[in-house]
């Protein structure tokens, strides 16, 4: 060889040496900026998820003063966290900064006012509310609500606090006979006001407002009638009334007695419940938010829950659950918006509670004396409590409450439901609605979902995939292979829409046909091949070999054809007419038209591809000297595909399989519009389901970014990411002992 061919050589030589260190790098670094970026898809998701499970805090900012003339009947702070308030039991009214600035300091006064009035009752508000009602000694009642003006001059905003009058400036008569209101309590809606009392002498009174608008004037139009309440106990201690002026609650003691005053004509009591601890005392009962709840402390620290509970046909108040606080409760706090409460003692031992989560979040002792008040601001960050003259401020980091492990994992008694249930329910058009967010029937959405396409797409697949690369003719699989995989193209959105459009429909309209469908397929292939098995040698010559599955195309064609025919005759002779409605009153079994068995058809054709492409190449590379082998020594084509081809073809075919699982757990647009997006736990493959890609879809654009549920959402996404994590660990592993098992082969 001359020096100039041995040069050239060298030099191509280089070349492909250069080429391959530069593929071998391309190819290590593309492996590892994959590794990383599903590293930082993993982190960033614990990111937005820990907060859920931070615990709470609160933390001192400010102590000031106020002249505290009377006892603190109600005080709070607006809705920024800029003014408080305090209303005392004497009618006397503080505004106060409660953030300070250069001009103002925490604490100083921002004005007063005063009810005029001998006082001798007050009502302060329920949960939410912002009206407080005093009761006077002529029997007669005012409502007055804390207003705050907000203006902008120069671009800096202020706000100014006084005093309204939402019923008007002047008492309203609640007892007609003048007596003095000695305990009273009060709510208001739109258009109704009410105010129940027990005056002086003992009776029960209720006066009711209703207001209408002047059609002239647009002004509201406020008219009351009285009304009496009968069976009164002989000692009030408290009196509770929900804002749907639906049910009064008076306690005397540890008996609490339910009135029922829908009917105003026919107040009645409709039961007494003793309603405290085990040796213990009542000392204080607040509504929880929303006031479908009664909180009831105890003197020996336990906080019990109660609230209405279907049984025997009726709804009757029942003790839910309990909680245990550290001391004595006298003090009872709810939370505005939120089924949180805050409980103190005296000695200024705070506790923080989740009602629906039964759990305690914080205990902190505040030094300082008795504690008289407490409140917490709208916002729920602020926490201000009064010891004697001295008014503490706290800051307070409790931002979701609600979620909690048993909250999401675990069945959960909500408020109006008979029992504990798993529930996924995140929204509602009512602002006392409380969020409901179980994972688990969104988990087990995903798992059924996931189930029913793999009973439709594994046989299929796995099935058509052996039969094409072993016992289909070449000429015919250079049609077969690219025309099933190129499926997979096929826009999974267009699946769903001709899913939950087309098909659905189809299945409701023709079930019977649907499922005698189902049943005969199979059948119809078995008894057309046991046909050609007996037909005569001659008879089977004409149709060249591995070409026998074009034999069934007219053979199903038939079937499906005849299924569907018969599907009204099966309906008019043994379901009365209507398939659906039998089901659901004879069998029992409900039936909605985008059901679990129109996803698993659907997200079936989906998943088949992907099982098929990858199990059919595990098939066609087995070493053909094995096959050829097996059939020289005797082995029968079915005992060489059974043990030997399939044996050494199982580590593709199970990667086929966990793959098209993989795909059918992620998939969103076809369940997101084929299941109608019910999050229910039932395993019939009549009712539709939620899954976790598919509620993550619906869901996020509408969560609020930073709150609860968009969190929560983005844990749906990590137990998603975690789920595909372990199918593929788990496939990885098992194809591993597979290979290792059949490699020697």
Request: net charge negative.
């Amino acid at each position: 060889m001359s020096s100039e061919s041995l040069n050239l050589v060298m030099a191509g030589s280089r070349k492909r040496r250069i080429k391959d260190k530069l593929a071998k790098y391309g190819v290590t670094t593309g492996g590892a900026l994959v590794l990383v970026a599903l590293l930082l898809i993993f982190f960033y998701l614990l990111y937005v998820v820990k907060p859920i499970f931070n615990g709470a805090s609160m933390e001192p900012t400010a102590s000031f003063t106020l002249p505290a003339a009377g006892k603190t009947a109600w005080f709070g702070v607006e809705e920024q966290n800029e003014i408080g308030y305090r209303f005392s039991d004497k009618g006397l009214v503080n505004f106060f900064a409660v953030q300070g600035d250069d001009k103002i300091k925490v604490g100083q006064s921002l004005g007063h006012a005063e009810v005029t009035g001998d006082v001798t009752a007050v009502a302060p508000p329920s949960p939410g509310q912002k009206l407080i009602a005093y009761g006077f000694a002529d029997g007669k009642a005012q409502v007055v609500q804390p207003a705050f003006k907000v203006s902008y001059p120069n671009d800096v905003r202020v706000i100014e606090p006084s005093l309204q009058y939402p019923f008007g400036e002047e008492p309203v008569v609640v007892d007609p006979q003048g007596k003095a209101l000695s305990a009273m309590v009060f709510e208001a809606t739109k258009d109704k006001m009410a105010t129940a009392a027990v005056t002086e002498d003992g009776r029960g009174v209720l006066m009711v407002m209703s207001g209408e608008e002047n059609f002239l004037s647009g002004e509201i139009e406020w008219s009351s009638e009285n009304y009496t309440i009968p069976s009164l106990p002989r000692h009030v201690d408290q009196m509770l009334l929900t804002p749907n002026l639906r049910i009064l609650f008076v306690r005397e003691g540890n008996r609490l007695s339910v009135y029922d005053i829908h009917d105003l004509s026919n107040i009645s009591v409709r039961n007494v419940l003793e309603i405290n601890a085990p040796d213990a005392n009542v000392t204080r009962v607040e509504l929880l938010s929303g006031a479908s709840s009664l909180l009831v402390g105890n003197d020996n620290g336990i906080i019990s829950q109660w609230f209405e509970v279907a049984k025997d046909g009726k709804r009757q108040f029942t003790q839910i659950r309990d909680f245990k606080g550290d001391g004595a409760v006298d003090l009872l706090t709810p939370e505005h918006y939120r089924k949180a409460f805050i409980s103190a003692d005296k000695d200024g031992i705070i506790s923080f509670f989740h009602a629906t989560g039964e759990t305690k979040l914080l205990t902190e002792t505040v030094e300082g004396g008795e504690l008289s008040a407490l409140a917490i601001s709208p916002r729920h960050n602020l926490l201000l409590m009064q010891q004697g003259e001295t008014f503490k401020l706290f800051s307070v980091e409790n931002d979701h409450p609600e979620v909690t492990w048993s909250a999401l994992w675990q069945k959960v008694w909500y408020e109006g439901y008979p029992e504990p249930q798993y529930v996924w329910q995140s929204t509602s058009a009512s602002n006392d609605f409380e969020a409901k967010l179980s994972l688990v029937p969104l988990v087990f959405g995903t798992l059924k979902a996931s189930f029913y396409a793999m009973v439709f797409a594994v046989p299929l697949g796995v099935a058509g995939a052996i039969y094409t690369a072993y016992f289909m003719s070449a000429g015919l699989r250079k049609y077969v292979k690219p025309t099933v995989e190129i499926m997979a193209a096929l826009p999974t959105v267009i699946l769903g829409f001709l899913a939950g459009l087309w098909l659905a429909p189809i299945i409701e309209g023709a079930l019977p046909g649907v499922i005698l469908l189902l049943i005969l397929l199979p059948m119809g292939m078995l008894l057309t091949a046991l046909i050609w098995n007996y037909l005569p040698e001659r008879g089977k010559s004409w149709l060249p070999e591995g070409w026998h599955a074009i034999l069934l195309i007219p053979v199903l064609l038939l079937i499906g054809w005849g299924a569907f025919a018969l599907s009204p005759l099966i309906e008019n002779a043994f379901m009365h007419g209507d398939s659906r409605i039998w089901l659901t009153h004879e069998m029992g079994i409900k039936f909605d038209q985008r059901n679990s068995l129109v996803v698993g058809i659907a997200m079936g054709f989906a998943v088949i591809p992907t099982i098929f492409s990858i199990a059919e190449d595990a098939v066609f590379s087995v070493p053909k000297h094995l096959t050829q082998g097996s059939l020289a020594l005797g082995a029968t084509p079915w005992q060489t595909l059974s043990r030997v081809v399939i044996l050494t073809a199982s580590p593709g075919i199970f990667s086929a399989v966990m793959m098209g699982l993989g795909r059918a757990v992620g998939e969103t647009m076809i369940v997101l519009m084929a299941t109608g997006n019910t999050p229910i736990m039932d395993f019939s493959m009549f009712q539709g389901l939620r899954t976790l890609a598919a509620n993550i879809a619906v869901e996020m654009p509408e969560s609020e970014v930073g709150s609860s549920h968009y969190r929560v959402l983005f844990l749906a996404a990590f137990v998603l990411f975690v789920f595909t994590f372990m199918f593929n660990t788990l496939a990885e592993f098992v194809r591993q002992r597979l290979r290792e098992k059949y490699s020697s082969m």
